[in-house]
């Protein structure tokens, strides 16, 4: 995707996110999601983030965590969880729409991939439907695949991912074969995404997912 597509792509998808949280009630805000340890309003407080993090923002936090990566994400995620209603977290999301920033370090699509990924974390739990389209979600598994950060490099090694909704595969081995929203929780570790996969390499991704 070109730049132009990437912040086009995440614009909408924030707004669809918007609309899509405006109808959930408050025992769905405090659903578990597909995220470990992270409920539904901390998984949007975290994607409420991106636009507001400054170098020292992330630097107090990193000194806060002790250094600890996943430390920091959880604790900022959850402190925003707990000084905002799910109301101005969702006024969050849509005013990060206009905005072009992004946290310091990341990449352009790593906004679109966070909106992606954990647009299914908070959906799937509630088994809510919350689309995704392919001509968006085909470039971020494109991505997803060969992210070290999210481990899938290593997750994937010795596999075949082949979707079953759009010409697209990755990886040499036996076959995970699905949709691509679907591949696209796998990639980034999430186990929730093997029920709706088949193929012979189906059940070594399950004991790799499993273990994580």
Not at 137 to 153: D, F, Q, W
Request: aromatic residues 4%; neutral net charge.
């Amino acid at each position: 995707m070109k730049p132009d597509e990437i912040a086009a792509a995440v614009k909408t998808e924030r707004h669809d996110l918007c609309d899509f949280l405006e109808d959930l009630d408050d025992a769905e805000w405090a659903m578990p999601s597909l995220c470990p340890a992270w409920n539904v309003r901390e998984v949007v407080a975290h994607l409420t983030i991106p636009t507001r993090a400054s170098v020292g923002f992330l630097a107090a936090a990193a000194i806060k965590a002790r250094g600890n990566f996943n430390r920091m994400v959880a604790n900022t995620a959850r402190d925003r969880a707990a000084r905002f209603t799910a109301a101005e977290l969702v006024q969050q999301l849509r005013e990060s729409a206009q905005s072009s920033r992004r946290i310091p370090g990341s990449g352009p699509m790593d906004p679109l991939m966070d909106l992606l990924v954990h647009g299914q974390d908070i959906a799937r739990p509630l088994d809510r439907r919350h689309p995704v389209r392919l001509d968006v979600a085909v470039p971020v598994l494109a991505y997803v695949v060969t992210n070290r950060l999210l481990g899938a490099p290593e997750r994937l090694d010795g596999l075949k991912l082949v979707a079953t909704d759009v010409r697209w595969s990755f990886g040499e081995g036996p076959q995970v074969r699905g949709r691509v929203k679907d591949l696209l929780l796998v990639a980034s570790g999430r186990p929730a995404g093997l029920e709706h996969v088949t193929g012979s390499g189906v059940e070594r991704l399950t004991g790799i997912l499993g273990s994580t």
